[in-house]
């Protein structure tokens, strides 16, 4: 064990028996309760990594589809650390290492004692004889700066998974840098004294290749400064790159509120929220350290802020009992209850005192917790939380082994993929064992019901006739159901491919089928697991794009999307200033993906047109006022192929409309907009050429016609 584990292990030790450390936060590094503005100097490494990495192109640039990252699984975060803002993209790593920043000490003090004494014998009577020395009681005590020379540890970013109580720029003598993957981006945000010069040491950070630096410095005070450091493996990704920079530059003349660090951790941020004034925060976190071993305590930690002070409280991994749990009130806004759960788990419900029911969300431990000292293994089982207007029962849902068939002929044979059916007065059922659920598919009156674990309340239903699809969601993922007419032989869904892990087809059962209108078909059934983003297909047509569970928002979430066979596109969510059209086309030339249409509150009362510009057609997005009457003047824009989607949800994104249409390469068209009293009341002339799309004026076909280049 080093000595920073041993120290860490005493003054958790001392915490937990109640007594007070001293000096765990000291004045010399960081003051609390003052507001500090924060400005950034960026150097010309990182300058060049920028310009590099997030220069961006046209709206109109066409692209491959980009790959959504899932790494870990974890969706956007969005907290405040130390008073420092950070979002974490979906799939990256969060370490909350305030808490370690404040229990590691800034000065070591050396002290010289002076006092007079009298000789005793070995039997220890005094002797005569001249005092030994004189001088005062009181000690002579010299303080000296620890040398950090990554400063004092705050947050890490990354999109790999840190080990807890290690930094990749290192914590001086007392623990080298973490390992960086070859494809590695992390940064490292510190504390540093106001005289310091930030990473001058050059064994700061010096696991970095070419490390980029930028300085968040205080401006009128003189206690400390904030620096961060992007540390990249020499495969790092430029998209990679240019988020960790991007987060660097945002840093710039923010204001930052510091208070008090929570009692425990530190901890990997697994899902941040607010509400009623409060912002909380879910860690995977220590806890604190057996008496016996020094080993780690893990738990769940719930971080509250609000404008006047933090909090935290904890709930330990579950062992004796299958589900624990905590829970926060927000006042008006509701509770968040949380806990932790053990593996044979397969959902969680918070029931209500009304009866509602309301499902949680569920998070696999970091897989690094199991290389904490002390710790054999990493966790296993769920940390979880689920927002309510009240606090609820905890109904665990235990995971089945597959049931036998109820009824039917026990000679037939089932062909592949096929589902087994029973008949029922109503209709028939269909049954099945997927993502930890017993379930049932029924038809009664003209509609589908889906039944999980023997329940008789419907988790879910649609109108049963061919054609129609619905996606319902289900503690451990979702069902995506489909009727397709009796041609469609082959269904399934393909999880999109990252750096962790390859695409995955996941194939469905299906069933035969004649609708409420006497149509023969097939339903299809495909069991998504977790949540994630992808495509269906069915036989070989045109992929479309897919995403679940349908809530929460997380990057990658599907708003609305279409096919006509030639191009597939979806709306996806990326952030709340950012949805991003992506296509996929018969011809290759014309897949791709936009850049971030905002919402219409970012416009200023500006429509904006984007899209992707293909080789054979541009797929066109505009971004509108909510719910603007919309018409074709232009014969060769079919019915059907302007769809709006009128975004509702609550986001900035709220009242905005986004219309896509194609506009193939030698067909210009037209798109008439107008809004009452409003400045939309005009003609949108189009035209697209390979890779660009052209403003023309509205009523001729010809686009040297003073046209302009759609950005």
Same mark, same amino acid.
């Given at each position: 064990m080093n000595d920073l584990e041993h120290d860490l292990r005493e003054l958790f030790e001392q915490r937990a028996s109640g007594v007070d450390v001293p000096g765990l936060a000291p004045a010399e590094v960081v003051r609390r309760g003052r507001r500090r503005q924060v400005g950034t100097v960026v150097t010309g490494v990182l300058a060049c990594l920028v310009a590099a990495g997030i220069a961006a192109a046209a709206i109109g640039q066409t692209r491959h589809p980009a790959v959504i990252p899932v790494g870990n699984g974890l969706p956007e975060r969005t907290t405040s650390i130390g008073g420092v803002p950070v979002t974490a993209p979906a799939g990256w790593t969060l370490v909350d290492d305030w808490p370690l920043a404040a229990l590691l000490s800034a000065n070591s003090q050396e002290c010289s004692f002076t006092a007079s004494g009298t000789a005793i014998d070995q039997n220890g009577s005094p002797v005569e004889a001249s005092p030994v020395s004189d001088g005062a009681e009181q000690p002579s005590c010299t303080s000296t700066p620890v040398g950090y020379p990554a400063g004092l540890p705050l947050l890490q970013l990354a999109n790999f998974e840190i080990p807890l109580m290690r930094t990749v720029c290192g914590l001086g003598d007392q623990e080298g840098p973490a390992s960086v993957p070859d494809d590695g981006v992390a940064v490292y945000v510190g504390v540093f004294p106001a005289?310091?010069?930030?990473?001058?040491?050059?064994?700061?950070?010096?696991?970095s290749v070419d490390p980029s630096i930028a300085v968040a410095q205080t401006r009128g005070l003189s206690d400390s400064i904030l620096a961060a450091a992007v540390v990249a493996g020499p495969s790092a990704t430029q998209a990679d790159l240019a988020t960790a920079t991007g987060y660097v530059r945002s840093l710039d003349g923010i204001m930052v509120d510091e208070t008090p660090p929570a009692a425990e951790g530190p901890?990997? @941020? $697994?899902?941040?929220?607010?509400?009623?004034?409060?912002? #909380?925060? %879910?860690?995977?976190?220590?806890?604190?350290? /057996?008496h016996q071993n020094g080993a780690p305590t893990v738990g769940a930690v719930m971080a509250t802020t609000t404008s006047v002070d933090t909090g935290s409280r904890t709930v330990d991994l579950s062992t004796s009992q299958r @589900?624990?749990?905590?829970?926060? /009130?927000?006042?008006?806004?509701?509770?968040?209850?949380?806990g932790t759960a053990t593996s044979e788990v397969s959902g969680i419900d918070i029931v209500d005192p009304s009866g509602g029911i309301q499902s949680a969300h569920r998070f696999s431990w970091p897989a690094a917790l199991g290389s904490l000292p002390g710790v054999l293994a990493a966790p296993t089982g769920w940390l979880w939380y689920a927002s309510a207007a009240e606090r609820g029962t905890?109904?665990?849902?235990?995971?089945?082994?597959?049931?036998?068939?109820?009824?039917? /002929?026990?000679?037939?044979?089932?062909?592949?993929?096929?589902?087994? $059916?029973k008949e029922t007065s109503n209709g028939f059922v269909i049954y099945g064992n997927d993502l930890g659920h017993d379930w049932q598919l029924a038809h009664e009156n003209g509609r589908m019901e889906l039944f999980l674990d023997g329940s008789t309340e419907s988790a879910g239903s649609f109108t049963f006739v061919i054609g129609s699809e619905t996606q319902i969601d289900v503690p451990g993922g979702a069902f995506l159901i489909s009727l397709r007419d009796k041609t469609v032989t082959d269904f399934a869904a393909s999880i999109d491919a990252t750096d962790q892990q390859p695409s995955t087809t996941i194939d469905g059962g299906w069933?035969?089928?004649? /609708?409420?209108?006497?149509?023969?078909?097939?339903? #299809?059934? @495909?069991?998504?697991?977790? #949540?994630?983003?992808?495509?269906?297909?069915?036989n070989d047509d045109l992929p479309n794009f897919v995403s679940w569970p349908s809530s929460p928002l997380r990057d990658g979430t599907l708003l609305s999307g279409g096919s006509d066979g030639v191009v597939s596109w979806g709306l996806s969510w990326r952030n709340d200033h950012c949805v991003v059209l992506e296509t996929i086309g018969a011809d290759p030339g014309n897949s791709g993906s936009s850049e971030c %249409?905002?919402? #219409?509150?970012?416009?200023?009362?500006?429509? %904006?047109?984007?899209?992707?510009?293909?080789?054979?057609?541009?797929?066109?997005?505009?971004?509108?006022?909510?719910?603007?009457?919309?018409?074709?003047?232009?014969p060769d824009l079919n019915d059907g192929a302007l769809q709006c989607d009128n975004i509702d949800m609550e986001s900035n994104f709220a009242g905005t409309t986004i219309c896509v249409f194609p506009v193939d390469v030698g067909h210009p068209v037209e798109i008439h907009v107008?809004?009452?009293?409003?400045?939309?009341?005009? @003609?949108?002339?189009?035209?697209a050429e390979p890779g660009r799309l052209n403003q023309i004026q509205p009523g001729t076909t010809d686009a040297t016609s003073s046209p302009s280049t759609v950005p």
């Open positions: 005289n310091a010069k930030p990473f001058a040491d050059p064994g700061a950070c010096s696991s901890g990997y @941020v $697994m899902a941040t929220g607010q509400g009623g004034g409060v912002s #909380w925060r %879910l860690e995977a976190a220590i806890t604190s350290f /057996d @589900v624990n749990d905590d829970y926060i /009130d927000l006042g008006p806004a509701g509770i968040v209850q949380f905890v109904r665990p849902l235990m995971a089945s082994a597959p049931t036998a068939a109820p009824t039917g /002929d026990p000679g037939a044979s089932l062909e592949p993929g096929e589902l087994p $059916m069933q035969r089928i004649q /609708d409420v209108n006497g149509d023969d078909g097939r339903v #299809w059934i @495909v069991p998504l697991p977790g #949540w994630g983003t992808g495509t269906e297909q069915a %249409l905002p919402p #219409w509150t970012d416009l200023k009362n500006n429509p %904006l047109i984007g899209g992707v510009y293909g080789s054979t057609r541009a797929t066109v997005a505009m971004v509108l006022t909510h719910r603007p009457p919309t018409t074709t003047t232009s107008s809004q009452e009293a409003g400045p939309l009341s005009e @003609v949108v002339a189009l035209e």
